[in-house]
């Protein structure tokens, strides 16, 4: 598990850094260090499946072993060996067969990895739970809303934070200034009970706070779902947030979505200041006592930085009479401001600005509203033009960045199944030594059980030669070497298969475009990384394993019977079709059945994973038991498919056993009314097949309905490695050091001729007609 987990983490690394990756060419060195990880769980896969071929091989040759050594000694006390005595034998141990290979190493397997599942989930509940660790005592002036004394904060050991002494009063603007890492965002962290208090005070005198990060949380839904996270819907005030934190013009620019426009995970199809801005919005909306705010304006330019300041920060803006807390490098805002402290190495320095060097070294905007002196908000007309933006109420987003996920109707492809078994190395070479090894395995089972006929219809004078018994102990030992052989081999097959399709899908995320992440949230594409993978990588070779070994022994049986009571093949006439005819039903249903399981997984992966981020704004929003009921929601949905499909499971194998039990029937019955011309030991064979028989047939049709389902995995997988690749990539081309020609230029040249560029296809174009020569070494300054 841990190195599934560290492949897992891996690529989800890589998916939320995919433009980072791409930026810097990554891609090749991402992929060898997954592959590094996955050569080292595919070691432990390989392991465990060593032991589930030895299992499988142990289950299938049990009865030859135990048959061997009962009758084997039963020859050597100079026994004679009769049919009815050797059959009934062979029936009960057939019943124990089943219970001692099968259902107790299954119980094993499944408690041990229940045990670990349940540890790992055990290390999070005795997580200590987070608490206020605040004093909420009655504040008897009633002015301030912080009060700190000689308070301490660490994250894990070191202290942070040390011997703060602060007092805020209500309704006050407080601004926090401090070099990179000297602990403003902690101190902020602090006030939120996010930090260990180790010592001192910390009185906090407000019923609610608002909380906008450094890094703004935005999670894949629309605009207005993310300002309004939960909160019911105020037209105006929603209104007034607009167009203070200046996305009003956004708004008008995404045409007749406007807010409800789809964003994509982690805002990917916004820019830093959109993003910044729907945070701050958050923010204001939530109508609290007090307002953390982070550096909100660090990803504005200077002039709409100084617009939100006015009217969404200032002492003349939607917030005043609110205690705000504002960390900022922008120091010119900060004469503004009621108190102004300094950080330095996690202590607390109140300081003042020297207004006319801040005035003087704040970034010149002659366009910028400017207040009157009368305390009026100016603005120039020509530049601030009023926005024709009205809140939408029934739009629906006809390109949304982020796609539903879909799942594929009908029937698995056969390409698909013929990639999984013709895979490097072996590829249609193994493939057929494969189905070799299936055959001539069965025969050597089916010609060993023979053979004890065989033996114990034999004379007494015959039985006690030792022909007899040598043959069958090379036939028991033979038929164990080569079942373990073929067992081993289907295992290293569908593994190679396996890892074929995970390198594949690897290699198509590295190298498709942008496009695909922003349309796929990080929990879906981690969904078929993480638990599709899963199933092709274990889940279903023994399901494969046991359909085919399954059938092949129904087949083996059904030979066996008709050549020793042919009347018995007349029941199969109609019964076989009935019984095809039932599985191409159940698995119609079945099979969509495991596709929406899988595909009313991935929210729940999308969502946890966007809780993770955000979960200092959510608990600073107190929106916990929102997202709790959230996550609940996908939990149902998802249980609701997966009981549907365990049902359908449960009524299909009850409608095989009734099925199958006609085969025991006829043939008992057959057996007796056929006693004059079959001898006994024939008639012992056959009804012990058919007793195998009756469990084998509807196991193998069983599990081989359950391989079909568990292929919409390997189907799911299959269809990431099919990823267009970017029009100027190919991930198959080897690394080949080309020789320039002579006239090729020695410093780097970057030109536009006329470029026009868009996001995708359905959009506008961005970038229109753009000419533009950069030469070696320049500095290029862009603004807007």
Known sequence: MACTDKRVQTINELVNGCQIIKM?????????????????????????????????????????????????????????????????????????????????????????????????????????????????????????????????????DSCCLSALN????????????????????????????????????????????????????????????????????DEERYKNVI????????????????????????GINLSGGQKARISLARALYADADLYLLDDPLAAVDPKVAK????????????????????????????????????LTNGRINEFHIDIEQTIENQPSNNTSEAYSSNGTLETDSSNDKEIDWALKTAIIDINPIVKSE????????????????????????????????????????????????????????????SFYAYVYLGLTFGTLIIILIRTGFIFFIMLSGSTYFHNQMLSSMLYTSLRFFESNPSGRILNRASKDQQALDESLPLALIDSTQSLLMTIGSIIIIGTTNPWVLLVLVPLVPTVLWLRRFYIRASRQLKRL????????????????????????????????????????????????????SRWFGIRLDLMTSLITLVTAILA??????????????????????????????????????????????????????????????????????????????????????RYRPELDSVLKNINLRIESKEKIGVIG
């Open 24 to 156: 810097y060419n990554w891609e090749r060195a991402m992929e060898q260090r997954v592959h590094e990880i996955r050569r080292r769980e595919l070691s432990h896969i390989y392991k465990s499946s060593c032991l589930r071929s030895l299992n499988v091989a142990l289950f299938v040759a049990s009865l030859l072993l135990i048959s061997l050594a009962t009758f084997g000694a039963s020859w050597l006390m100079g026994r004679t060996l009769f049919p009815e005595d050797i059959f009934s034998a062979v029936a009960f141990f057939s019943m124990l067969r089943v219970s001692v290979t099968v259902l107790l190493p299954l119980d094993i397997e499944k408690f041990s990895e229940a045990r670990v599942s349940a540890q790992r989930i055990d290390q999070f509940m005795q997580l200590d739970i987070l608490f206020n660790k605040h004093e909420n005592v009655e504040n008897k002036d009633g002015n301030h809303a912080i009060i700190m004394e000689d308070a301490s904060f660490s994250w894990k």
């Open 166 to 233: 602060l007092k805020i009063k209500h309704g006050t603007l407080v601004g926090v200034k401090g070099s990179i890492g000297a602990g403003k965002s902690t101190l902020l962290a602090a006030i939120l009970g996010e930090v260990n208090l180790v010592s001192g005070k910390l009185r906090q005198y407000t019923n609610s706070v608002s909380y906008a990060p450094q890094l703004s949380w935005i999670f894949a839904d629309t605009i207005r779902a993310n300002i309004l996270l939960g909160k019911s819907m």
């Open 243 to 266: 167009k203070a934190c200046c996305l009003d013009i956004d708004l008008q620019n995404f045409g007749e979505v406007g807010d409800l426009l789809m964003i994509g995970d982690k």
């Open 307 to 342: 617009k939100i300041f006015d009217e969404c920060i200032g002492p003349r803006s939607l917030l005043r009479g609110k205690t705000r807390i504002l960390v900022t490098h922008q120091t010119h805002f900060l004469v503004e401001a009621d108190q102004m402290i300094l």
């Open 406 to 465: 879909t799942s594929v109707d009908g029937a698995i492809k056969w390409s698909v199944w013929l990639q999984l078994f013709t895979s490097p190395p072996l590829r249609w070479f193994g493939f057929f030594l494969m189905i070799l090894l299936m055959c001539a395995a069965e025969a050597l089972y089916d010609f060993t059980n023979r053979w004890l006929a065989l033996w114990s219809g034999k004379s007494y004078d015959q039985q006690k030669s």
């Open 597 to 648: 399981e899988s595909v009313t997984r991935s929210p729940m992966y999308a969502l946890f994973s966007s809780s993770l981020d955000g979960l200092t704004s959510i608990r600073a929003f107190n929106v916990q038991a929102d997202f709790l009921n959230m996550f609940m929601e996908r939990i149902d949905t998802n249980s609701r498919a997966y009981f549907i499909l365990f049902s359908t």
């Open 672 to 757: 007796v009314a056929l006693r004059d011309q079959m001898d006994p030991s024939t008639a012992a064979l056959s009804l012990n097949y058919c007793i195998t028989l009756t469990g084998l047939f509807q196991w193998g049709i069983r599990q081989s309905a359950e391989a079909e389902n568990f292929m919409t995995s390997a189907e799911r997988v299959h269809e990431y490695g099919q990823l267009v690749p970017e029009s100027h990539r190919n991930s198959n081309e080897s690394e080949i050091l080309i020789q320039p020609p002579d006239d090729w230029p020695s410093r780097g040249i970057i030109e536009f001729k006329n470029y026009t560029f």
